[in-house]
């Protein structure tokens, strides 16, 4: 059967697939698909969230810039993405400690089943902890500090229009350690300009620096795809080429898509974002 995303009304993109395992969840209409071109692939309310063959770009995008511009990082927060993708690349680095609050524990458990050549176990780390919640409520609550967050949430409508507010920024700001920085996405560059232009506007109203990297997921709706950095001290595109090889090769990263030299390039802007951006 093909599955047609219809994010816009006007513009839809199709694959072909058989559903291998559908759920309404309390918070959403969850489903998995199994293709011939993409492998499997996790929709919710009939969007595109991964798939097998493409997710090591936007996950290892969300977490080794920042990870490796922070000289230390040792406690890391993770607001959605139950998926588990941003929990594996965050595990390959030297952290004490991950948290991952997600409010849909039936993304969780059906990642687990079927999306687990994307998790690779990274559930049952021992550096990991796994919180069921509402990750605005949790970060306005929390009394930890944390060096990184990164923010895997859907787009700005509904539940998780919240993640997108200068209040919610404030609290990331507040449970920040001094050289701490934040990531989120912040949607397609083309399709979804004005979420860009926005989140990079109120961005800039709680964090000193504000960055954008832009990144190409196939099957991501409209092209160029934007992830913006909110920083406490450090810009990640001016930490020393040096500094960034000799971490990257400290650890013996294995990527895919990131390398010390994609690091800078993302945050290289074509002149119609740059332009709408300042």
């Known amino acids: 059967m093909w599955f047609f995303e219809t994010l816009y009304p006007d513009l839809k993109i199709g694959v072909k697939g058989d559903i291998i395992h559908e759920e309404k969840t309390p918070f959403q209409d969850m489903k998995i ?17 991964t798939t097998q063959k493409d997710e090591f770009i936007y996950h290892e995008m969300l977490t080794h810039p920042l990870l490796l511009s922070h000289p ?3 406690n890391v ?22 948290t991952l609050v997600e409010i849909d524990q039936a993304v969780i458990e059906v990642s687990k089943k079927h999306l687990a050549t994307i998790n690779k176990g990274s559930f049952n780390d021992k550096r990991a902890k796994i919180v069921v919640g509402d990750g605005a409520k949790f970060v306005k609550n929390t009394k930890e500090k944390f060096d ?5 949430s859907t787009d700005p409508i509904g539940p ?15 449970i920040l350690t001094k050289n701490g920085l934040m990531i989120r996405q912040t949607g397609s560059a083309t399709l979804q300009l004005t ?13 000193p620096i504000v960055r ?12 160029f795809f934007s992830l ?21 090769a400290k650890l013996k990263l294995k990527t895919k898509y990131y390398n010390p030299d994609i690091h800078f390039a993302c945050t290289k802007l074509p002149n119609y974002i740059g332009e709408e951006l300042r």
């Open 33 to 49: 698909y199994h293709t011939s071109r993409y492998g499997k692939v996790l929709t919710l309310d009939g969007v595109i969230q």
């Open 72 to 74: 230390k990082p040792q």
């Open 77 to 98: 927060l993770i607001i959605g993405a139950g998926d588990g993708g941003i929990l594996r690349e965050v595990l390959k680095h030297k952290v004490k400690k991950v």
């Open 148 to 152: 990184v967050i990164v923010v895997d």
């Open 160 to 174: 998780a229009k919240v993640l997108f507010s200068e209040n919610f920024y404030l609290d990331i700001y507040r």
């Open 195 to 207: 979420t860009l232009k926005n989140s990079t506007k109120t961005l800039k109203k709680v964090f």
């Open 212 to 223: 954008t990297q832009i990144i190409a997921v196939p099957t991501y709706i409209g092209g």
């Open 228 to 248: 913006t950095i909110g920083s406490k001290t450090i810009d990640t595109a001016k930490v020393t080429q040096k500094a960034i090889n000799q971490r990257y």
